[in-house]
C-alpha cells in the first residue's frame, strides 16, 4: 500500500539485485537500518516505502516482512504495514536454553567419536576463522562459527537435534544479534572456540562439555544484556537466566546423550 501521514519517513539505499535472492538483501537492509537508526523501532513503515526506496517488487519485501515476523524482528499490521520490534532479554536466554540443552549432550557424543579426524576437521575450521579475525571480516567469522558448531551436532549423530540448533542460529542472524566489540571481539569469540576443539581433539568428552557450556553461556548472557541495554529496560539478566537455563548438577548425564543417534 502506498505511504501515507501515518508512515514514518524512511531513507534507504538501493539493492545491488546480485548474488543473494532479494528477500535476503531486504532482512539484511532492514537490519542494517535498524542498527543505523535509519528504522526505529515502534514506528509504522509500509512494504511500499521499502519496496520503492529498494528498487525492487513489493514481492520480495513482503516475503522478507514474513520471515523477519516469524524470528520475532517485525510485527506485521494487516493492511497497515509493519513496525520493528527488537528482541526481548528473554527471547534470547530462551534460544540459548535450548542451545546449552542439544549442544552440551552432543558435543559429548562428538568426542566419544573419531577424535582425531573430527579434531583435525576442526582445526582446519579454526584456521579459517583466525584468517577472517586478520581480515575483520565478521560476516566469513560467523558463517565459519555455525559451520563448527554444525560440523559437532553433525559427528553426534543426531540430526533433529542439528536441524533445531540451525533454525535457531537462523533465527539470531536474522534478528541480526551478534557480540559487539564492546563485549568481545571476533579474536576473543575464536579463542572461546579453542578450548573446545582442543578438548574434542584429545577425546576429553567431558573437558568439551565445560568448555561448550562456558562459550555458550557468556554468549547468551553478553547477547542478552545488550539487548536489555539497547531497549533501556531494567532487565536483571543474571536472574533470568538463572529462572529458565537450568544448571546441571555434577555428573549428571543428559538424556539425550543416552538415546541413539537420529
Known amino acids: 500500500m502506498p505511504p501515507t501521514r501515518e508512515h514514518a519517513e524512511l531513507k534507504l539505499q538501493p539493492l545491488p539485485h546480485a548474488g543473494r535472492s532479494l528477500a535476503e538483501q531486504v532482512i539484511s537492509e532492514v537490519r542494517r537500518a535498524v542498527h543505523t537508526g535509519a528504522m526505529v523501532p515502534g ?12 528498487n525492487v517488487s513489493r514481492s520480495p519485501v513482503r516475503e522478507a516482512m514474513l520471515r523477519l515476523a516469524e524470528a520475532g524482528l517485525v510485527q506485521v499490521e494487516r493492511n497497515r504495514g509493519f513496525r520493528v520490534v527488537l528482541p526481548h532479554p528473554r527471547e534470547i536466554v530462551e534460544i540459548f536454553g535450548v542451545r546449552l540443552a542439544l549442544e552440551l549432550p552432543a558435543v559429548r557424543r562428538a568426542a566419544r567419536g573419531d577424535a582425531a579426524g573430527l579434531g583435525a576437521a576442526l582445526r582446519a575450521t579454526m584456521e579459517e576463522m583466525a584468517a577472517a579475525v586478520e581480515a575483520a571480516d565478521e560476516a566469513l567469522f560467523f558463517q565459519l562459527d555455525q559451520a563448527l558448531h554444525d560440523r559437532l551436532l553433525a559427528a553426534a549423530g543426531n540430526g533433529r537435534a542439528r536441524a533445531i540448533v540451525g533454525g535457531l542460529r537462523d533465527t539470531m542472524r536474522i534478528l541480526g544479534t551478534s557480540t559487539d566489540d564492546r563485549s568481545r571481539t571476533l579474536r576473543q569469540v ?28 557468556n554468549t547468551g548472557l553478553i547477547l542478552a544484556r545488550q539487548a536489555a541495554r539497547a531497549q533501556g529496560e531494567p532487565v536483571d539478566v543474571d536472574a533470568l537466566w538463572a529462572s529458565i537455563v537450568e544448571e546441571p548438577q555434577p555428573g549428571e548425564r543428559a538424556i539425550a546423550d543416552e538415546t541413539q543417534p537420529g
Open 43 to 54: 514506528r509504522l513503515y509500509s512494504v511500499y516505502q521499502v519496496a520503492e526506496q529498494l
Open 190 to 217: 575464536h579463542e572461546e572456540h579453542e578450548p573446545i576443539v582442543a578438548a574434542v581433539a584429545a577425546a576429553d568428552a567431558e573437558g568439551a562439555v565445560r568448555a561448550m557450556r562456558a562459550h555458550l553461556t
